[in-house]
Nanobody, 123 residues
Framework: QVQLAESGGGSVQSGGSLRLSCPAS????????MGWWRQRPGKAREGVAA????????YYGDSVRGRFTVSLENAGNTVVLEMNDLRHEDTGIYIC????????????????WGRGTRVTIAS
């Protein structure tokens, strides 16, 4: 069974930074796409950042581009999200996700989901 174990959430002040990490395990076929979604209060789940393991191409949601950076570590097994210049509106549950092929931030196209880690940014 594929497992995604995200960690690194916490509480920081506006303008601060956090680093989220998500190692993947239990897969028998390559997970070419790994990334992050978030669930903010009162809003639908949205794609935040993603990368293709095969070629390191990256994709970002408009609201985080330039502030967040997604990358791979541990021979591509772990997807990392570096979050900078955090704002109160970034508060939410950040969820690690993975899939076999990049088809955009379409939730139905991502096959595997972590349990989420909470990020709280003080106003």
């Amino acid at each position: 069974q594929v497992q995604l174990a995200e960690s690194g959430g916490g509480s920081v002040q506006s303008g601060g930074s956090l680093r989220l990490s998500c190692p993947a395990s239990g897969y028998t076929h390559p997970l070419n796409v790994m990334g992050w979604w978030r669930q903010r209060p009162g809003k639908a789940r949205e794609g935040v950042a993603a990368t293709q393991r095969r070629n390191a191409l990256t994709y970002y949601g408009d609201s985080v581009r330039g502030r967040f950076t997604v990358s791979l570590e541990n021979a591509g097994n772990t997807v990392v999200l570096e979050m900078n210049d955090l704002r109160h509106e970034d508060t939410g549950i950040y969820i690690c996700a993975a899939g076999y092929r990049w088809r955009g931030f379409n939730a139905q196209g991502w096959g595997f989901w972590g349990r989420g880690t909470r990020v709280t940014i003080a106003s």
